[in-house]
């Protein structure tokens, strides 16, 4: 049975939740007490990660940590139609080329959320920048595919980097970023919302009706 | 401001009508004021202030079910009027007439959404400048410059976007003339590929058209600014006219790099003369 | 960032830092009504803290009490007594120290919506509020002799009330406002036929439309982890503060036109009569309402 180490509100975890529903994959989750006992940062669960990081995977003998390895593993291995994660290599590579941009670009949105949730007192204007110059190549990025008449970033249908994309795009107010001047990247994640057997996390409004 | 004048009785442009779809529900801004923009079911649109009258929760992280606006929050359903129709905590209760959210007049023409902030001067925008031709949307922009400095940078230094091009165009070589005959600012062009004349009408919400030699190749277009606050705008972007999917992508490609020179480009002596020539022209009172 | 001039708002008692999570010898900054301060765990246990203006301490904090596993500080002078709250320490219930969630916005905007009702069945659907049920029944509210604000006989069907609970259930809550920041919960317990879980909020307004949130619970459940507990609650907050950051202006309103309550919202027309009465200028706004 598939393992995964989660925490509730952590974006990373999120990706591999959004994925594991959308491939009705079977799963158990342990509750790690991330905030605020930081469970992931003593000896026991350093054992299983050297890192101390979340999210950690573990299907039999396998250990993977980290969004990225987890979500690619899982969409080789349970989806046989290879929509999730395409085996050809022009079009993982451009799957590759937004998840690294998620993994890099968008990361100063993830921490500034996660030092506004658990209510730190710095200066998060230098972050706050880059991630509106991040969101700002995402918007651009997603206007010319509509142009183009594509309704996803990295191929026709959706992928794990859309997937990847998402909380950090969808909870950019919870870092200080505003989304009334990226009408493209709102009109994506409605989109990405009205993928079948999507679910939200807390800070993801739900669609309603 | 004589460019991008921002008033209570001019329809400004928030969205394409192609970018809200029925059932969609977004947030835009003008001049500094919160707006909700949607589309019901039946596609009848919506433009509100952006506050539940309930406890000011941003409606436009709402949805809309049939006709009605469901705020997030506690779910109050209001219709089209703005008025409440259902409050979920009391299923039975006719809404109080005070629980109300406060509509602005909006008008969907030319392919665009528009809105006006109080009682709308016209019955229609003031698009004249289309010349019967109907404007195509592209994309969408926002930027970090306000309303006046982009009329003029998109009046003093053109978008050059010939769709059969492999890369960056370069700009025009001159700014050959600009004259300001009554309301009407003509600014003309000489390029490579012969002149472009670019208009704007002055002392209404700016409208940018731009039209180059026919023989260049290259598709008119138009550029409508929205003032989203006072150092932000929008610019809506449209082909004037029909054109091919790689019309549309070198013409917004041409606007993003505009976007990445927006700070040299307000400083040029290009938008200088411009400028001057419009400085001539009085906005008269709303009175007159 | 000022420190404020509001007498009313500067002598009372605000939690700020939960003492388990002040190791000895650790300094935590933060900021109180507007003014910076550092915390210092001593190596007796015993916090101290100083006013921190430009960078550099400037005075000390007369008024610095350990209650409850929480940090509590005066910047003024004491009107009155830390919240005396009687169930923490009786035996029975376990203590569960929540942590500190920030929110940007105002101390007052938080409090509302932690005694709030009515948006259970559509910002916690599934857990605390279903589609299914939406009314909320009525209940009672009073001002008590000693000046707290209570509602009492609130009730309300939840899918999944805590951690400990798979169906659904009806759940009876009280809520006790007994300062203007603070809230306490006592709602029916799963695990407990007769007695109550109680949750409570501290709230420490940093500035007037920024806080941070510290929060304890007293349950009966002797079975659920305290990851598992504490994953609830996160989850139940968050989803809260997804909406608490979209709601402008940030600043409570006190005067009733602007924003229009309904018969479930007597627990906030009482809460905003009561600060309004109270005089604090702190994070609320008196101004008389705009034309909407």
Redesign the interface.
Known sequence: MIRLYD???SSDCYKVRLLLGMLQVEFETV???F???A?HRQPDFLALNPLGSLPVLTDGDLVLRGALPIVSYLAQTHDPARRWYPADAAAAARVLMWLDFAERELAPISEARFL??????DDLSPLVAAGEAALEILE?HL??G????RQWVAADHATIADLVLFPASA?A??G?IG??????I??WL?RVKRLPNFIV????????? | MRIGAVNLWSWYPVVASSDLQAGAVMPAMLHGERLVVWRSREGRIGVWNDRCPHRSMSLSLGATTGETLVCPYHGWEFGSDGNCRRIPAHPALTPSRAARARVYPAIEAANYIWACLGEPASAQPEYGLFAGLVPEPIRSMHVRADAETVALVLLSHPLVAHPLATKAERPPAELADCQLNGDILAVTHAGERGHILCRARLGLPSIVVCQPDPASGSLPYAALVQPTGEDTAAIHLALLGNGTPAARLALNSALVRLRHRMGDLAESAWLLKVRNAAAGWAQPSPMT | MMKTTDQIALNDWYVVAALSNLAAGQTHQTRLLGQNISLKAGADGRPTCVEIDAGQPARVVEHVVVRYDFVWVCLGQPSRDIVDIPEIGAPGRRFIQRGRIGVATSAQRVIENFFDLSHFSFVHTGTLGGMDVTEVPPYSVNVRENGELWATECRFFQPKASAAIAGGVEIAYNYRVPRPLMAIIYKTSPSHSTENDIIGLFVQPRDETDCVVHSFGLMWDAVSSDAALLHFFHEVFAQDRSVLIHQLPKKLPLMPRREIPTHSDALSIAYRRWLDKSGLQFGVDRETAKAA
């Open positions: 925490y509730i509100l509750k790690v007490n905030h605020p006992r469970e506004n949730l658990i209510g730190r007192d651009d206007a010319e509509e142009i183009a008449g909870m107010p919870e200080g989304l009334e001047t990226k009408p493209a709102w009109r409605d996390m807390p800070g993801v409004l739900p669609l309603l009706g």
